[in-house]
């Protein structure tokens, strides 16, 4: 047995979307915030709306959508919370201090465990995600750190979840490989199952250059196959597809997928001044369409421009009893 198939038994009981069960997550939130809700959202820091009780309601609202549908279809849900930009560099760009970054991080926990304790059942059990975002741009790489200083940067929020406590936590937009092994490390150091989502340009590879292969080969073989699973993110289905290797061992390594609805590249997505949200029912197609190379997905939801619509496609074109 692997390292990290006996890493991923250790995790099954508390991560029950490991049994290959259908597990539904949400879509685009800052997206869905900004463009078809109406709200401004600096830096796409939806975490800010945990500050009063009115941002708490429209959380919840958002939420409460992705819920019933995953109740609806009888499957399991991975609730992220709206922490993206809760680390400290984006704390402090919005005028928060280390003290109330950590309050709106246990917030955010807060409102997620209240939702659990309102709709969970016997068929659609909720898993709480901390959520954490790249240190710098999602889509361009900037100063990049070392792994020792990614450990560091992101271990206080990490440190948050772990006492909240979350069941795991999920780094999405993943541009290079040091961040994420850093990341790892430190959810390792807090004792929390931790989940790695690389985000790729339109050639499949990681906007760092990395291959999407060396990526994960190079997390797994520097952190002993720590992570639970990986997951590709904040990119369309095409831009992807070409480099999948059936059969291939870090291919078995993704069991999440939250893609764009947009083809469009990163750099034209950050131009844009309207929202692309693509067809929910060709992106669920898609995201059928890569069941053969992707043998382990069990985990789908979306990212930027995607909403309810689209993920509620997804359950709707999934095979029953997957």
């Known amino acids: 047995m692997s390292t990290a198939s006996t890493l991923g038994a250790r995790y099954r009981d508390a991560l029950p979307q490991l049994d290959k069960t259908l597990f539904l997550t949400d879509g685009g939130l800052e997206t869905t915030l900004i463009f078809h809700d109406g709200l401004d959202l600096p830096h796409f820091a ?35 919370t709206p922490t993206w930009r809760a680390s400290a560099d984006w704390g402090e760009r919005l005028g928060h201090t280390p003290e109330q ?35 710098g741009d999602g889509y361009v790489i900037g100063d990049a750190m070392t792994v020792a200083e990614a450990t560091d940067y992101h271990a206080t929020q990490i440190r948050t979840f772990a ?37 790729v340009e339109t050639d499949g590879r990681l906007p760092s250059g990395q291959p999407l292969a060396e990526a994960i080969e190079q997390v797994d073989a520097e952190t002993e196959g720590a ?15 070409g480099v999948l290797e059936a059969d291939a061992r870090w291919t078995e390594r993704i069991r999440g997928l939250r893609a764009n609805a947009s083809r469009m590249s990163h750099a034209e997505l950050d131009e844009a001044e309207e929202l692309d949200d693509g067809n929910p029912e060709e992106l669920a197609g898609e995201y059928v369409a890569l069941r053969a190379a992707l043998p382990q997905l069990s985990v789908i939801g979306g990212c930027c421009g995607t909403d309810h619509r689209h993920v509620e496609a997804m359950s709707r074109a999934w095979p029953t009893g997957t």
Request: charged share 20%; hydrophobic share 45%; net charge negative.
């Open 163 to 199: 006492a909240a406590p979350v069941d795991l936590v999920t780094a999405l937009t993943m541009n290079y490989v040091e961040e994420a092994i850093g990341i790892v490390r430190a959810a390792r150091e807090a004792g929390l199952p931790v989940v790695i989502g690389f985000t």
């Open 227 to 241: 992570p639970a699973y990986f997951m590709v993110n904040c990119a369309h289905p095409t831009h992807f597809e």
């Open 46 to 80: 939806s975490y800010a709306l945990l500050e009063d009780s009115e941002g708490i309601a429209t959380l919840r609202r958002y939420f409460e959508r992705y819920v019933e549908i995953a109740r609806e279809c009888g499957v399991g849900i991975v609730l992220e």
């Open 101 to 135: 970054l950590a309050e709106l991080n246990r917030r955010a926990v807060t409102l997620l465990e209240t939702m659990r304790d309102e709709h969970e059942t016997h068929t659609t059990p909720i898993v709480i995600s901390g959520n954490l975002g790249p240190r």
